[in-house]
């Protein structure tokens, strides 16, 4: 069965800093993609960034990049130049396969300070 | 405004009582998935219908049941409530039948409160 294990329950930072959030998995699949939730105080669940596992290439998308290890099975977040608006719970997410949904992580709260 | 419609907002019912959640899938999107979130259990995957037959099923509890309607609608009953069944509903679209690489769309949930 997969896993995903979130090890941060909090984080706080300075507006403009930079963070990882951490995020490690356990899967059977070969082939999957790989997915960042944020929930912001609104609970909207969107997507940030999503990753497939066949690539290579870390994915960027603005201020925010993953660092994917697929060996190590890590897959972190980092956000450059943190805004205030950027405070939202994170969730790594990883599909449990086939036509199931998702396996979410217990997630990530993170707090900017201006 | 995520195309994805889930009604009502918020609920509050006591125990005992059945309820139903609605959901629209945003337009073009034939898979419909329910997740709960709750403090305890975190985000939980539910159950997961495609063009209206059920495809694939997580931690529902028999007191829940799911249907998926001819115009991709769906609904989410909660029978025989009781106090832990308290959490956020999400309902999240997506294109095909599997969530492929582009994860899902989701709905802005639907808080119930069990009293």
């Known amino acids: 069965a997969q896993t995903v294990t979130q090890s941060q329950p909090e984080m706080s930072v300075q507006e403009a800093e930079t963070v990882t959030l951490s995020c490690t998995y356990d899967?059977?699949?070969?082939?999957?993609?790989l997915f960042w939730y944020k929930q912001p105080p609104s609970r909207q669940m969107i997507l940030v960034i999503r990753?497939?596992?066949?690539?290579?290439q870390n994915a960027t998308e603005n201020r925010f990049s993953v660092n994917f290890q697929k060996a190590a099975k890590s897959f972190s977040l980092k956000i450059s130049d943190s805004q205030l608006g950027d405070t939202a719970m994170y969730f790594c997410?990883?599909?449990?396969?086939?036509?199931?949904?998702?396996?979410f992580g217990k997630g990530t709260h993170l707090i900017i300070q201006p | 405004d995520s195309g994805v419609t889930q009604t009502p907002k918020h609920l509050i019912t006591a125990t005992g009582q059945r309820v139903t959640l609605r959901c629209s899938p945003r337009?073009?999107?034939?898979?419909v998935y329910w997740y709960q979130q709750s403090l305890d259990q975190g985000l939980q995957f539910l159950i997961h219908?495609?063009?209206?037959?059920?495809?694939a099923k997580g931690n529902i509890l028999e007191r829940f049941s799911a249907q998926q309607f001819p115009d991709l609608h769906s609904e989410l009953n909660l029978s025989s409530l009781e106090l832990g069944d308290s959490a956020l509903y999400f309902c999240?679209?997506?294109?095909?039948?599997?969530?492929?690489?582009?994860?899902?769309?989701f709905g802005s949930g639907t808080r119930l409160t069990v009293v």
């Open positions: 999240a679209s997506s294109a095909g039948e599997r969530q492929g690489s582009y994860g899902y769309t």
């Open positions: 899967t059977s699949e070969n082939n999957y993609y």
């Open positions: 990753q497939e596992a066949y690539k290579q």
């Open positions: 997410a990883l599909p449990r396969g086939g036509a199931d949904g998702l396996t």
């Open positions: 337009s073009g999107d034939l898979s």
């Open positions: 219908y495609y063009n209206g037959e059920e495809r």
